[in-house]
């Protein structure tokens, strides 16, 4: 039997991009997988990762924390924290909504789990946006966080609070930091990757929100998933509870190199309109992932290349459920 295999897991968030990329893994893996997931989530990227009927449907709030009473009931032994809010833009139009849902749903979320009689991990997604601008790269796990703009700041504030929970009250809970995430399935076009990919299928001009020279670490979805699952494995008993990792490639590249890189997958040679709108965005960002190699065993193995082409495949083979 795998490690998985039998364990009740529940994903917030699974009906989300890279939720129900978990989701999927887990469920190959042989788990029985539980999403929670707002009443209106329509959890499309479930239904397209061809999952939507073997992972059962929670439906709740998370800053409600009566929503989450079901968790005392000892049901599960392992939870993925997902769940946000998860777009700057986003953020920064509705900063109010971006604080309760990643904060005060966090700590929902983490008193739940503190009261539950069955709950032997927790993993909660931060993010390298928690760090802000800081002044050298790569990122190490050991830098101060200085998320400023809302999406940045709610970060943190989920980062600290998840390892404060560990500390103070013993429960066995890790944090991610995970670089840009990209793959197939993520429904948010507003994103550099779906949305180029969109527009050349669509035959669209592509647009750029940025200048197009912030510096991001990229990695795709499969590897991400694999450094979840690396270290709640390692979250109940082996002494590092409490601790952040870095999940990313150590690669930093800009957006307009990545850009050109999907456009190559794409077999586009398109411009792009480049709107130099971005707000709230951090400058450069690239993570050092050494301590997740080191204690977890845990490394990026999808070259930026492979798993752009990989990606754009995925939505050459979903554009007709995506845009009609």
């Known amino acids: 039997m795998g490690v998985w295999e039998g364990r009740k897991v529940l994903v917030t968030g699974a009906g989300g991009f890279v ?46 924390s009566e929503d989450l009473a079901f968790l005392r009931s000892g049901d599960f032994d392992t939870c993925f924290h997902l769940a946000a809010q998860a777009l700057v833009l986003d953020a920064n139009r509705s900063p109010t909504r971006t604080f309760e849902v990643n904060i005060t749903g966090t700590w929902n979320l983490l008193e739940a789990c503190r009261n539950s ?10 993010s390298d946006k928690a760090y802000g601008e800081q002044p050298r790269l790569p990122y190490t796990e050991d830098m101060p966080l200085l998320g400023a703009g809302p999406y940045d700041a709610s970060k943190a504030c989920a980062d600290i609070l998840t390892r404060s929970y560990a500390k103070s009250y013993g ?14 399935g993520d429904p948010n076009l507003s994103r550099i990757v779906p949305g180029t990919i969109i527009s050349v299928l669509r035959g669209d001009t592509p647009v750029i929100r940025s200048d197009g020279k912030l510096v991001r670490d990229y990695i795709y979805a ?23 990792f870095n999940f990313g490639t150590g690669k930093p590249t800009t957006v307009l190199e990545l850009f050109r890189q999907v456009m190559r997958a794409c077999g586009s040679s398109a411009e792009p309109i480049v709107l130099n709108q971005a707000k709230n965005e951090i400058g450069r960002q ?12 845990w490394e990026a193995r999808v070259p930026l290349e492979k798993g752009i082409g990989e990606t754009v495949a995925w939505y050459r083979a979903h554009v007709k459920e995506l845009i009609g």
């Open 222 to 244: 499969g590897d991400a998933v694999a450094g979840y699952l690396a270290l709640a494995e390692k979250t109940a008993g082996d002494g590092i509870s409490g601790e952040a």
């Open 19 to 64: 939720g129900a990329w978990l989701a999927k893994e887990l469920v190959g893996k042989g788990a029985k997988v539980s999403a929670f997931c707002l009443r209106k989530d329509e959890a499309k990227p479930l239904r397209m990762h061809g999952i939507a009927g073997k992972v059962a449907r929670i439906e709740g709030d998370l800053t409600k």
């Open 286 to 297: 690239c993570l050092d992932s050494s301590k997740a190699k080191r204690l977890l065993g």
């Open 117 to 126: 009689k069955s709950i032997e991990r927790v993993i909660v997604a931060s």
């Open 171 to 184: 429960l066995p809970a890790t944090v991610t930091r995970c670089a840009n995430i990209y793959g197939g």
